[in-house]
């Protein structure tokens, strides 16, 4: 039982490229969602999903875009990097009010 | 709009004695509060959280969170810290119902100091 599985660890990537963060988890929770970590700011949600084909904005989805297409796996897509997307993100998994943490993705945009 | 204010960025100690972080939660409905802890370069893990019932939770490494309505507070206490307690610990609240979504405080960086 892997719980939450984030890949890749660490990313740089250069302004403008996209990239797609990926989140698994295995235990058959409905709701995922993805947090950005920024110093002095705690996790941010950005987006989440409520069940396979449902997925609606957080509190800061621009410059991202996500799908839930089956239970098990919730993307984060970059579709064109920018600095201030440096940050740490971690996606969640849950069912009903408790929230489960995969061990994150470190990004840099340079 | 449900928020979450964890009243301390940083809280140094030393090693053996008592600690207090503080987070005070706005809700006008239900809530369901939470403390997760983030040791270096890892992962949050849950700590302990309240869902209903006594109000007084505990977590199995000693610490505990005691839920407040009247202060809409739901502080984490530990009578005694130790140098592996080092770590940022995050205050969450969610309102239940369809929503799954977790509000978080901004963190509270515990040092342990020998």
């Known amino acids: 039982n892997a719980g939450v599985t984030q890949t890749p660890k660490f990313q740089v990537l250069k302004t403008g490229q996209s990239m797609t963060l990926q989140c698994a988890q295995d235990?058959?929770?409905?709701?995922m969602s993805w947090y950005r970590q920024d110093p002095g700011m705690g996790l941010r949600l950005i987006h989440y999903?409520?069940?396979?084909?449902?997925?609606d904005q957080g509190e800061v989805p621009n410059g991202y875009n996500v799908s839930r297409s089956t239970t098990e796996d919730f993307p984060l897509r970059l579709l064109s990097a920018a600095p201030s997307q440096t940050s740490v993100y971690f996606c969640a998994s849950g069912f009903s009010v408790e929230a489960f943490f995969g061990q994150g993705t470190r990004l840099t945009v340079v | 709009a449900q928020s979450v204010t964890q009243l301390d960025s940083q809280v140094p100690v030393f090693e053996e004695a008592p600690v207090e972080l503080r987070c005070n939660y706005s809700s006008s409905v239900s809530v369901y509060l939470f403390w997760y802890v983030q040791y270096p370069n890892q992962g949050l893990q849950l700590l302990l959280k309240y869902l209903s019932g006594s109000t007084l939770v505990e977590s199995i490494n000693g610490f505990e969170a005691e839920f407040n309505k009247s202060q809409t507070s739901f502080h984490l206490r530990k009578p005694s810290v130790h140098i592996s307690d080092t770590a940022e610990y995050f205050c969450?609240?969610?309102?239940?119902?369809?929503?799954?979504?977790?509000?978080f405080g901004k963190g509270t960086l515990l040092t342990v100091n020998p």
């Open positions: 999903s409520v069940g396979a084909g449902i997925t």
């Open positions: 969450g609240a969610n309102s239940g119902g369809s929503n799954y979504k977790l509000t």
């Open positions: 235990m058959n929770h409905e709701y």
